[in-house]
């Protein structure tokens, strides 16, 4: 018996391919890099404005702190005022390169880093020279420095000096300033009293300085002046680390 041949199987036919039609528009392509849009005019002037409020309100707090230290006795007048005035020219400046420069950092110009430092430096006030008087008879134990004043300027001040503070009981340091814009610093002591002479009026904290160095001086060498006259050669002055 013969075997039937088995029927074909049926098949399915694949869906065509679709082809791209021509016609239809292509998706675009992710910008690159240099496609990037550029930044707007209006945020680069945001951008300037705002740095420049940013520094100027830095000149503002330096001014706050410049008030502070001159309080505190950290700066003497002239230092303040100068530094105040170059705070103020430096604000002024940068608030009219703003306004008729909008959006540039013209203004960065006017920023003029360092300086404050050389201004306060500049207008320091130093010690010329100084001298020591004995309380008792009025002679000089100690002079160093550029210490030239006319005795008839200096005795009458020194007189005054002493009987004010012989009737003010706990008077301290007194300070004036004499020709030259110089300034003459009284320090008063239980046997001697400390005269020191400034190129411009000292800050507080100098003074406050001085009254220390006079009091360490009086202790350290309070067995001789005890002992009556004192001979300069046996006396110790702290005196010298700070002016010489």
Request: glycine letters at 6%; a neutral charge.
């Given at each position: 018996?013969?075997?039937?041949?088995?029927?074909?199987?049926?098949?399915?036919?694949?869906?065509?391919?679709?082809?791209?039609?021509?016609?239809?528009?292509?998706?675009?392509?992710?910008?690159?890099?240099?496609?990037?849009?550029?930044?707007?005019?209006?945020?680069?002037?945001?951008?300037?404005?705002?740095?420049?409020?940013?520094?100027?309100?830095?000149?503002?707090?330096?001014?706050?702190?410049?008030?502070?230290?001159?309080?505190?006795?950290?700066?003497?007048?002239?230092q303040f005022?100068?530094?105040?005035?170059?705070?103020?020219?430096?604000?002024?400046?940068?608030?009219?390169?703003?306004?008729?420069?909008?959006?540039?950092?013209?203004?960065?110009?006017?920023?003029?880093?360092?300086?404050?430092?050389?201004?306060?430096?500049?207008?320091?006030?130093?010690?010329?020279?100084?001298?020591?008087?004995?309380?008792?008879?009025?002679?000089?134990?100690?002079?160093?420095?550029?210490?030239?004043?006319?005795?008839a300027l200096?005795?009458?001040?020194?007189?005054?000096?002493?009987?004010?503070?012989?009737?003010?009981?706990?008077?301290?340091?007194?300070?004036?300033?004499?020709?030259?814009?110089?300034?003459?610093?009284?320090?008063?002591?239980?046997?001697?009293?400390?005269?020191?002479?400034?190129?411009?009026?000292?800050?507080?904290?100098?003074?406050?300085?001085?009254?220390?160095?006079?009091?360490?001086?009086?202790?350290?060498?309070?067995?001789?002046?005890?002992?009556?006259?004192?001979?300069?050669?046996?006396?110790?002055?702290?005196?010298?680390?700070?002016?010489?």
């Amino acid at each position: 018996m013969q075997n039937k041949p088995e029927p074909p199987k049926p098949t399915t036919p694949k869906p065509a391919e679709s082809t791209p039609d021509a016609s239809s528009p292509k998706p675009p392509a992710p910008p690159t890099p240099a496609q990037s849009a550029p930044k707007s005019a209006d945020a680069t002037l945001a951008g300037s404005t705002r740095e420049a409020s940013d520094y100027l309100r830095k000149v503002s707090d330096k001014m706050m702190k410049l008030a502070e230290d001159f309080a505190l006795g950290r700066v003497n007048r002239v230092q303040f005022e100068q530094l105040y005035r170059h705070y103020v020219e430096e604000r002024e400046t940068i608030v009219r390169i703003v306004e008729t420069q909008p959006g540039t950092p013209a203004w960065k110009g006017a920023v003029t880093a360092g300086e404050s430092v050389l201004i306060k430096r500049k207008h320091a006030s130093q010690p010329l020279g100084y001298a020591i008087y004995l309380n008792a008879n009025s002679l000089p134990i100690r002079s160093v420095g550029d210490f030239r004043i006319d005795s008839a300027l200096l005795v009458p001040m020194l007189s005054s000096f002493r009987s004010a503070t012989a009737e003010i009981f706990g008077s301290g340091l007194k300070s004036s300033e004499i020709e030259g814009g110089r300034w003459l610093c009284f320090v008063p002591g239980v046997y001697t009293t400390l005269i020191v002479l400034f190129s411009i009026e000292p800050a507080r904290l100098q003074l406050d300085m001085l009254e220390q160095l006079h009091r360490h001086f009086e202790k350290a060498n309070q067995p001789v002046f005890e002992a009556g006259l004192p001979d300069p050669t046996r006396l110790v002055f702290p005196h010298a680390a700070a002016f010489e």
